[in-house]
């Protein structure tokens, strides 16, 4: 079980206090950045290092950084940059974390790490408290109904946030720096039209079996990023005029505030570039040449 701290102090300043103090101080405070915040305002617990391992069955991670460009052959239907996720026309946001916990899906917390683009809290965030207790964490974020076509991609950057002591100048491993939380992501599809079946329990996946992209599964130390990496989900093997909607969704075992797993993670600037099918004219037919007479 992980120490909890004062639930209305910010992560954020007591972790700049802390650079004043030499490494012996800081050693002598374990797990002191561990503390957690109220819902809404997520903690920055020790996270993970090394970005990124990556199951990835049907797509191809991306690239950290860099400008975001729809391929020549795609139409952009949907581009969210999360800036307001009060106004998320079309979207479905379905928590069925086991116990529930405190909160949800919620506006990126800027002072924790900002967003990618756009004002510094411009993401969607999620964290340990979408569980209670020792719980099993499944927070969905379904996109709008889309026509899902052979070809067509889903780009997002995701992130978790820095390993605390790495923030304020440690070496990496001094103070057990790679005792962290675990985070874990998911990108999954379901060929069911405007459907939100995601089940019932935390386990359940409804209409959503088909999974895309599958971010640190092993829940390895430094297994998820903590610099903005984009990564990009490929349709494929879907008929032909099919709808459906694809889903994010920060699944976490022994995770919550008691568990071994979870600490923060956010999502930024979701694109989904749908290919055109292309129409092959039929051949008009060459008139029969006449013999001269």
């Known amino acids: 079980m992980k120490e909890q701290i004062d639930i209305n102090i910010n992560a954020h300043p007591l972790r700049n206090a802390l650079i004043v103090l030499s490494a012996v101080a800081i050693c002598s405070i374990p797990f002191a950045l561990a503390q957690r915040t109220h819902p809404g305002k997520s903690d920055e617990r020790n996270g993970s290092r090394i970005p990124s391992r990556v199951m990835n069955p049907t797509g191809a991670p991306g690239q950290v950084g860099g400008t975001l460009m729809a391929p020549q052959s795609c139409t952009i239907i949907l581009d969210e940059g999360f800036d307001d996720i009060e106004n998320l026309p079309g979207w479905v946001l379905i928590n069925h974390s086991q116990p529930s916990g405190a909160s949800g899906w919620f506006q990126g917390n800027g002072p924790v790490f900002p967003a990618f683009d756009g004002p510094p809290d411009a993401y969607i965030g999620a964290n340990f408290n979408d569980g209670g207790g020792l719980a099993t964490i ?3 974020l379904l996109t709008p109904e889309v026509t899902l076509q052979d070809g067509s991609t889903l780009t997002f950057y995701t992130r978790t946030a820095q390993a605390s002591l790495a923030a304020v100048g440690m070496l990496s491993g001094a103070c057990n720096t790679g005792n ?7 990108v999954r599809m379901s060929t069911n039209g405007a459907s939100t079946n995601v089940g019932t329990t935390a386990f359940d996946v409804g209409d959503f079996i088909n999974l895309l992209i599958d971010i640190n599964p092993t829940y390895a130390i430094g297994g998820y990023p903590e610099a903005w990496t984009q990564f990009t989900a490929n349709i494929s093997g879907v008929p032909p005029g099919i709808t459906g909607r694809l889903a994010f969704r920060y699944f976490v ?6 568990g071994v797993n979870s600490n923060y993670i956010g999502i930024d600037r979701a694109v989904y570039c749908a290919t055109i099918p292309r129409v092959i004219p039929t051949p008009r037919p060459r008139p029969t040449p006449v013999p001269r007479p």
């Open 138 to 140: 499944s927070n969905w």
């Open 180 to 186: 962290a939380f675990p985070d874990r992501l998911q």
């Open 253 to 258: 075992e022994n995770g919550g505030p008691e």
